[in-house]
């Protein structure tokens, strides 16, 4: 019997899966593996060094961990905001009508009877200090603000960071200035003067004082704090006289003083030296007090400013309470611009160049341009109280509630010195 063929056995598919490729490890220079290494112990190394540091600190260090040590310490801490100016259009104030406003490292400083705020470029309050004043005062330089109670006893010093002293003075304030070195100066009276002058260095102690018998009209500090000009004034003979005396803190005599006709009004230090606003004039002195030009004024000053650079007067014009004639001076006593103008006049101020002279006169803003010889006007909201300019083309309006930014171009022609019409 013929059988079938028995099937052959299939066996499944047998086989080795390829192998997969070994990975090379890159080589690594020896220098670089040790100096990564040696970073790593480093690191380590600090850690523990400032773990120690700490628990020597809090162990045997504990009586001079103090809220004034702190404060001092935050003394050299400073933020300077990213942006240089400005950026939203209303900043919405936090707390009460403020009195003072002032541009300070990029942001915005306000001062109001019950406290201190500071907001940034974007209208975000970052700062908050609570006062009590009733005539607040806001001084600020260029990594430090002063505030006082004019009338009051009571003066805080304060940076972009935190509040770094606050300070008391035995008879009410009449005037203060800080320098940007945090050298700051605080006026009084006494029973026996009517006028003293305190100086403090950087580190907040008394170095200077100096008394008067005449009333203090002025103290200003020089933007470095190496020295500080006081204008005193009384009375000889039925006439005002005005004198000036140059204090260097630490040092107990005058640099340098003299004497003026006239009652002071303001005191400028300048790029030459100083500019006295009197009664009468216009004085530009020398760093050494010497007269070098007088510019009789041809009404009473309504308003001045001084950049350093430039002397803005301001004089009431004719009859109308509105008008207004403006001259602008620069150092030397040669004088830029002359012109008059309506509205309510509200503020002079400048950019920080110096070369564009702002000026708020009821719903319009006057701009000035010493640099190209050219003016410009621009409509803006009314019922502001003050302008702070930021640059050429930028500048904020202080209203009641709120603070509004304008960043425009002006429209400007040129003006000739001495034209009333431009």
């Known amino acids: 019997m013929a059988h079938s063929p028995a099937p052959l056995h299939q066996d499944s598919p047998v086989g080795t899966a390829p192998a997969r490729p070994r990975r090379r490890e890159p080589d690594i220079n020896e220098y670089y593996r040790k ?21 020597f600190s809090f162990t045997f260090l ?40 002032e541009l300070f490292a990029g942001d915005l400083a306000t001062l109001t009877q019950s406290g201190y705020a500071l907001y940034d470029s974007r209208g975000n309050q970052i700062m908050a200090e609570d006062f009590g004043l009733s005539e607040p005062i806001l001084k600020v330089s260029d990594r ?19 509040k770094l002293y606050e300070g008391s003075s035995e008879y009410p304030v009449t005037d203060a200035d800080i320098a940007d070195n945090g050298t700051f100066a605080i006026a009084s009276g006494t029973r026996e ?26 103290v200003e500090l020089k933007a470095d704090g190496s020295e500080a000009a006081i204008m005193t004034s009384g009375t000889d003979g039925g006439s005002f006289y005005t004198r000036i005396d140059i204090v260097v803190p630490g040092e107990d005599h005058t640099r340098a003083s003299c004497e003026l006709d006239g009652l002071g009004y303001s005191l400028y230090y300048t790029d030459e030296g100083f500019v006295i606003v009197t009664d009468e004039a216009l004085l530009f002195l020398d760093s050494s007090l010497n007269l070098r030009a007088a510019k009789p004024h041809n009404s009473t000053p309504a308003m001045t400013h001084c950049s350093g650079k430039y002397i803005t007067r301001i004089e009431t014009d004719g009859i109308l309470g509105n008008s207004y004639y403006c001259e602008i001076y620069d150092m030397s006593a040669r004088l830029i611009y002359s012109g008059d103008f309506t509205g309510k ?22 701009r000035i341009n010493l640099y190209n010889k050219k003016i410009g006007y621009i409509d803006v909201e009314a019922d502001a109280f003050d302008i702070l300019p930021q640059d050429a083309d930028s500048f904020l309006l202080a209203m009641k509630n709120y603070a509004l930014t304008y960043d425009v171009e002006i429209e400007e022609a040129y003006y000739e010195r001495g034209d009333n019409g431009a």
């Open 193 to 218: 003067y009517r006028t003293m002058v305190t100086l403090y260095d950087e580190d907040f102690k008394p170095v200077s004082r100096v008394m008067k018998n005449d009333h203090l009209m002025a």
């Open 345 to 366: 006049l509200m503020a002079v101020d400048s950019d920080e160049t110096g070369d564009y002279v702002f000026i708020l006169a009821g719903n319009q803003v006057i």
């Open 144 to 162: 430090f603000v002063l505030c006082f109670d004019l009338g009051g006893t009571q003066f805080t010093i304060l940076n972009s960071f935190a």
């Open 62 to 101: 504990r009586g001079d961990i103090t809220l004034e040590n702190l404060r001092y310490l935050m003394k050299f801490i400073s933020f300077t905001s990213a942006e240089t100016s400005i950026s939203v259009p209303r900043i919405n104030y936090s707390s009460g009508d403020p009195n003072r406003l």
């Open 35 to 55: 100096t990564s290494q040696n970073f790593r112990y480093a690191k380590y190394l600090t850690i523990a060094l400032l773990v120690i540091f700490l628990i």
